[in-house]
């Protein structure tokens, strides 16, 4: 027998324990993957060719940098959203289920952060 | 859940296949595709950060036979993910729901992927 009362166990809580977050967090990184990812393919077509030299000076501008940081960090949100969702629509099973979507979480995070390392190295010249 | 044995409503199985089914899985199977593209634009970042050797020795990689099939898969899985996405957000602004509508958005979207992949590859010049 708990103390809390009915209502007291449910407020804050809808269905599924979360409203809209998810869906309206798609919807706000795609809106910006729309820009960044054509800006992208747009900055790769002004590249004068994939040299190292070429690639790693373009690399290192500080607009270039900023953007690139946008761009993987939203791609990799962004991408987690989506799999989770495929995730739990076709993977049943409790524990494969959670196994899935944890390995899906902690990879994203490991992906999204050796982009931003990588990323700092050539803007703040590390190598090159 | 213990339901085994009832009865089932018809379900997709019965229904002529139609062009918005084809739209609605390529989404996804785009989708899961430019998440593995996620990870090999980091790959290509962490490769300028190494260093001219390392980017060198992956650039070989993307100009093979291989390589090139992938990003010419991504080009489209982006394309497409991002033409259909933008079907999505007028659907999600409440437009284009009637059947003629979803259909006609369906070939839309099929021919914009495929022009803006061809014209993004030949000014590309296939990776030169």
Redesign the interface.
């Known amino acids: 027998m708990s103390l809390r009362s009915p209502l007291g166990r449910v407020l804050g809580s809808g269905s599924a324990n979360d409203g809209t977050e998810h869906w309206w967090a798609q919807r706000v990184t795609a809106v910006a993957l729309l820009i960044l990812g054509l800006w992208f393919l747009f900055a790769l077509l002004q590249l004068d060719g994939f040299a190292h030299a070429t690639v790693s000076a373009w690399l290192g501008r500080p607009f270039t940098g900023v953007m690139m940081l946008l761009l993987c960090l939203t791609l990799a949100w962004h991408s987690y959203l989506g799999v989770q969702v495929v995730l739990e629509d076709y993977v049943h099973g409790p524990l494969i289920k959670v196994a899935s979507l944890l390995i899906s979480r902690f990879m994203h995070a490991f992906v999204a952060i050796a982009a931003v390392l990588a990323i700092l190295r050539v803007s703040l010249g590390g190598s090159a | 859940m213990g339901n085994e044995g009832r009865p089932l409503s018809p379900h997709l199985s019965v229904y002529r296949w139609p062009i918005t089914m084809t739209l609605s899985i390529l989404h996804?199977m785009t989708?899961?595709a430019?998440?593995a593209g996620?990870?090999a634009?980091?790959v290509w970042?962490?490769a300028?950060?190494?260093?001219?050797a390392s980017?060198?020795s992956l650039?070989v990689w993307m100009h093979s036979g291989v390589g090139q099939l992938l990003l010419l898969g991504w080009c489209f899985s982006?394309f497409f993910h991002?033409s259909s996405?933008?079907r999505?957000?007028f659907w999600?602004a409440g437009h284009g729901f009637e059947i003629s509508q979803a259909n006609t958005s369906s070939w839309i979207v099929i021919i914009a992927a495929f022009v803006l992949t061809a014209g993004?590859w030949l000014?590309?010049g296939g990776?030169?």
Do not use: C, K
């Open positions: 996804r989708g899961v430019l998440s996620l990870i634009l980091v970042l962490e300028i950060a190494l260093g001219a980017y060198d650039g982006f991002l996405g933008v999505h957000l999600d993004y000014a590309m990776l030169a």
